[in-house]
């Protein structure tokens, strides 16, 4: 990785309301994928792709997220206490690290993406930074945002992660508008946000990985309310395009969008499909165990 790619940005201060009632009291990050939450697959991501600090533009009324993200000594000290020391030591290294620079930002109101990274600001200075939903669970080795700042060397600019979707799908996502397609990057004129899929200029779908120059910032902060109300991260993308270019990277793992209940059962049965202790359990309810992927089609 190359040293001015250090920070990843993590915008956690949604309020989950597609999975109400269990997220009236758990932030939808720290809902479980099996026995690790979401929050820890981005977290484990990032560390493998090098970054050194971590930013969490978070939610008041979420201070569970920051409670989870970093060690808690009282805790390892029970669990010790207790003669558990091999999960007081695994618990402590899946928390943020003395190494690890860990910043929380609070977003009070819910005022799009583009505005949860533009909270980020101060922490970011003057380089490119990646960008990391955690409810976009990808799965795969190198790990998407290990891939992507790989890439980056490359291209330089805004790079977004691409997947090529079903024609009727691109109504969900921002789908890019493509110059240029070479290997698994697209050199991209725009993108185009949730087109109708008559109108889509492409198949190739924008999903949660980020790495963007810097000064996305001053597009941020010049830019007005766009679909919704909101701060939309696209349209300030869109705005830098003649001053640093876009290109989609087409990433090799497995994505799964844990923001919608069916994404999240598929994650789950696809990772259980791995484990031989799940594997009776998914015979006895009719599964598939020899192929993951059609479990999570089922």
Aim: charged share 25%; hydrophobic share 45%.
């Amino acid at each position: 990785m190359t040293s001015r790619i250090r920070t990843v940005v993590f915008p956690v201060a949604g309020l989950g309301t597609r999975f109400l009632p269990a997220t009236k009291a758990t932030p939808k990050e720290l809902l479980p994928v099996i026995d690790k939450p979401l929050i820890q697959f981005a977290m484990d991501e990032a560390r493998a792709a090098g970054f050194t600090r971590m930013v969490f533009v978070s939610h008041p009324t979420k201070g569970a997220i920051e409670d989870y993200v970093r060690h808690d000594h009282d805790l390892h000290e029970t669990l010790c206490a207790r003669g558990k020391e091999e999960l007081a030591e695994m618990l402590k290294g899946m928390a943020a690290a003395e190494h690890e620079e860990i910043e929380f930002v609070m977003q009070p109101e819910p005022l799009g993406l583009g505005h949860a990274v533009l909270m980020a600001r101060d922490h970011v200075h003057e380089e490119a930074f990646a960008v990391c939903l955690p409810d976009d669970l990808i799965l795969g080795e190198p790990g998407c945002l290990k891939e992507m700042v790989d890439a980056h060397a490359e291209t330089g600019g805004h790079l977004v992660a691409a997947m090529e979707v079903a024609q009727g799908e691109t109504k969900s996502y921002g789908v890019l508008d493509p110059l240029e397609r070479k290997g698994r990057f697209t050199r991209a004129k725009g993108m185009v946000e949730k087109p109708k899929p008559e109108d889509a200029p492409s198949r190739l779908a924008v999903v949660g990985r980020y790495v963007l120059d810097s000064s996305i910032f001053e597009d941020l902060a010049a830019q007005e309310p766009g679909a919704g109300g909101e701060i939309q991260l696209t349209d300030s993308i869109a705005a830098g395009l003649a001053r640093v270019g876009l290109s989609g990277f087409e990433f090799s793992g497995q994505r799964f969008d844990c923001g919608s209940k069916a994404g999240m059962l598929a994650a789950k049965l696809h990772l259980a499909a791995l484990h031989p202790e799940f594997r009776d359990v998914l015979a006895a309810h009719g599964l598939a165990t020899d192929r993951p992927d059609r479990i999570a089609a089922e």
